[in-house]
């Protein structure tokens, strides 16, 4: 749905759904009311006296908002965020350009993560290939296809884990529309986003596409394989991806020779880890506090 | 970057507002967008005026507010005006950048009848 892409609203299809006609915000479906951040926005308006606002208008007034242009899908994505967080899911936004070896790193990270509970959300376009592909490593995916659409949203990406039915402890990777301009904005409920950058693209891509590699805490540098035989700086690509974000985690890896994926599976296992201990953490905390109410209960009133 | 995106956005909350506040046509919609937000300012207006066609919001005025975009340079320990997300620091031209405001994209008020 950009400018600069050409994209526009509609066309939006979650394997196993009806496609949504027209705007995919306008219909009702029953968790977006349930949401506890959508709150009913009786913060935002004062009651503001009517007044003239320019001279020989009358009847107008003021009507104070004060509300995030994101607000509503920022609102979609703490469900999601919450949802995962109970079930104990670490939850990863990967993002890239096209052709970047998402798919490839995803489906050799699913095979050496054996034993680990996977699964993927796909977004493209179109077709489910992608959705294939991961499916034939044995790990449940959906695809999501935005038809017009640059990129997932939070809404369509609650659908989907509807649809997939997580594992608790699971693993969920989200591999975004290849794209490193929209995306950035769009918050789904992701612990973190992880952009991905390969050695055949230019060094100068995180200054060329800031938002994104700001917006990301993670920067895989893929398909390193192919370094000697290549003219890149990966010096010069860290050091640009750092200027944008002093923070940013670099991993260099290749999904085909298995360079550097013992860091990234570390990565992941670290992250499910901590995600599976504040569930057993929340769920302790819980399970004090009901005792601590039912021995109020059984008290006798005084 | 997507700002048929964000007009719909915006589109939204003014339906909502038009609901709970009953009002039944909007004359002008103040935005606040931050110099660092990544939103071109003119595609939003032209967004707007499309997506708002044939709703409350028709042929309403769009003020757009443009923040102005600051860092925290960690180098020299404080705040610094940014006019890029990688921009460097004005006084010491160091990257150590961590941008603190600036990113806003806000309906911030609307005049309504």
Redesign the interface.
Same mark, same amino acid.
């Given at each position: 749905? +950009?400018?600069?892409c050409g +994209?526009?609203?509609g066309d939006v299809t979650v394997e196993g759904e009806h496609p949504h006609h027209g705007?995919q915000?306008d219909h009702g479906h029953g968790h977006v009311h349930e949401h506890a951040h959508e709150h009913g926005?009786g913060h935002?308006?004062s009651a503001a006296p009517e007044h003239s606002?320019a001279p020989g208008?009358s009847?107008?007034?003021?009507?104070?908002?004060?509300?995030?242009?994101?607000?509503?899908?920022n609102a979609y994505a703490a469900h999601n965020r919450q949802v995962l967080s109970e079930q104990g899911i670490f939850t990863l936004n990967l993002v890239s350009s096209p052709g970047s070896g998402k798919t490839t790193l995803l489906c050799k990270t699913i095979t050496l993560l054996a034993g680990q509970a996977v699964a993927v959300i796909e977004g493209d376009q179109q077709t489910s290939q992608d959705a294939e592909r991961i499916r034939a490593t044995g790990a449940p995916a959906i695809q999501i296809n935005t038809g017009k659409g +640059?990129?997932l949203?939070a809404h369509m990406v609650g659908h989907a884990m509807e649809k997939l039915h997580l594992q608790d402890g699971s693993l969920l990777m989200i591999e975004n529309v290849g794209n490193l301009? +929209?995306p950035?904005?769009f918050d789904l409920g992701e612990a973190h986003k992880v952009v991905i950058l390969s050695v055949t693209e230019g060094e100068d891509k995180?200054?060329k596409y800031?938002?994104m590699f700001?917006a990301a805490s993670v920067m895989l540098l893929n398909k390193v394989d192919l370094l000697p035989h290549l003219n890149y700086d990966v010096s010069a690509a860290i050091g640009?991806a750092?200027?944008?974000n002093?923070n940013i985690r670099v991993i260099q890896l290749s999904a085909t020779s298995g360079e550097g994926m013992q860091e990234w599976l570390e990565f992941l296992r670290e992250g499910v880890r901590k995600a599976v201990s504040l569930r057993r953490e929340t769920v302790a905390s819980l399970q004090a506090r009901i005792a601590q109410l039912e021995a109020q209960l059984q008290r006798p009133m005084a | 970057m997507h700002e048929m995106s964000l007009a719909e956005g915006v589109l939204q909350l003014l339906e909502d507002a038009a609901r709970q506040q009953k009002f039944e046509k909007v004359i002008t919609v103040w935005l606040e967008i931050g110099q660092l937000s990544g939103v071109e300012v003119e595609a939003m207006a032209f967004c707007f005026d499309a997506v708002t066609r044939d709703s409350v919001a028709q042929g309403a005025r769009l003020e757009i507010v443009v923040l102005p975009g600051v860092g925290w340079c960690m180098e020299c320990s404080q705040s610094v005006p940014m006019s890029e997300v990688f921009g460097e620091c004005p006084h010491c031209g160091g990257f150590q950048m961590q941008v603190t405001g600036g990113t806003e994209m806000r309906v911030k008020e609307l005049e309504v009848a």
């Open positions: 749905m +950009c400018t600069t +994209c526009g609203p705007h915000h926005h935002q308006h606002h208008v009847n107008t007034r003021m009507v104070q908002i004060e509300q995030d242009i994101l607000s509503k899908n +640059c990129h949203d301009v +929209c950035a904005a995180p200054i800031p938002d700001r640009f750092r200027r944008v002093p | -």
